[in-house]
Each structure stands twice: as C-alpha cells, then as structure tokens.
C-alpha cells in the first residue's frame, strides 16, 4: 500500500482535475504520482424486445475518430449512478427504459485516474425525444445483439465500457 505524501494540483478542468503526488512506498521509499480525478460515469447497454442493441457513434476528439458505443455519460459529485443512467439514455437516444439491471462497475484506466463507470443493463425500451447537449452530435443506431459481440471481436468496436457492458451481459441473458 502507498501512503501519500503531498499533492499538488496542477490542473482544475470541467471534468478532470490533474495532481501530482509524493507516495512512501512500502520499502519506505519516496516516487512520483501523476494522477487524474474523474467524478465517475454511467454506460448503458439497452436492449430492444428484438434483441437489438442501442448504440451511439460519435466522434472522439482524443482518438480522432467516430467510435460506436453504448449510451454513456459523466457523473455529478454525489449523484445517483442509476438516475444518471436513466438521463444520458434518454438524453442521447430518446429512449426510457422499464427496467435497469446494474451489471457492476469498471476502471477504466487504474494506473492514474480515479474514475469509475458504473454500468446497466435497460430493457423494455420506449422511444421519446432526446435532447442532446450543446457539444453532442450523436448518430443512433440499432444493431443486432450478437451482431455488437461480434464487433467486439473484430476490434469494429474499441471502447472499453462498450465491450465490458456488452460480453457481461451476454454471459448474464445466455445463463
């Protein structure tokens, strides 16, 4: 276990704040920390009565490119991991859901940042409206559920929350 030493903040943006930290390692030895706090987020695999999958394509800026993804979005301090859920799926696809099953939680990137992404499982799908933020251009898309894990196999579908969300549920509607 590391014990930290000091912290300095070395960057406050609208979604991450950036540190960089003094750690006592376990030998009593002294190192460095770079490290990215992340209020958190919420991805959503939703899932239609014909066993298709709701999915977004939007461009990336930090890869340069659109990726194919499940609904997802950032967590307020202190806000409800499900309530969230429930808005960006609305927000980015005009759909609500019946039921929400949570299917656990991911790190995304451990080594240097605090986030973590909550993920679910929403089924019995109504559309309605979206209602996009103001730096959102999102394409909606429907694709057949085993169509999605055979994107995930084919590197057609890189991003992480996506893959985890969909392969878990997978495991979880085959048993």
């Known amino acids: ?20 930290d003094v750690v006592q ?5 002294q190192a460095g920390r770079e490290l990215v706090k992340h209020p958190g987020g919420v991805c959503v695999l939703a899932v239609t009565n014909e066993d298709d999958v709701i999915m977004v ?15 997802a979005g950032k967590l307020e301090y202190g806000e409800d991991p499900l309530e969230c ?6 927000e980015e696809t005009g759909y ?12 995304p990137v451990p080594a240097y940042c605090s ?10 799908l109504t559309l309605g ?11 909606v898309m429907k694709i057949p559920f085993d169509k999605v894990v ?6 057609e579908i890189l991003d992480g929350k996506t893959q985890l969300a969909v392969l878990k549920a997978k495991v979880l509607l085959n048993n």
């Open 1 to 20: 276990m590391e014990k930290t030493i000091s912290s300095k903040s070395v960057y406050k943006g609208r979604i991450i704040d950036c540190y960089e």
């Open 85 to 90: 859920g429930k808005r960006e799926l609305l």
């Open 150 to 155: 055979d994107m995930i196999y084919h590197d």
């Open 96 to 107: 609500t859901a019946q039921s929400f099953e949570y299917l656990g939680r991911m790190l």
């Open 129 to 139: 409206e979206r209602n996009l933020d103001d730096d959102e251009f999102i394409e």
């Open 57 to 71: 394509s939007q461009f990336r800026y930090a890869h340069g490119r659109v990726l194919l993804e499940i609904p």
């Open 115 to 124: 986030e973590v992404i909550h993920m679910y499982l929403a089924r019995g």
């Open 25 to 29: 390692l376990p030998d009593g030895k």
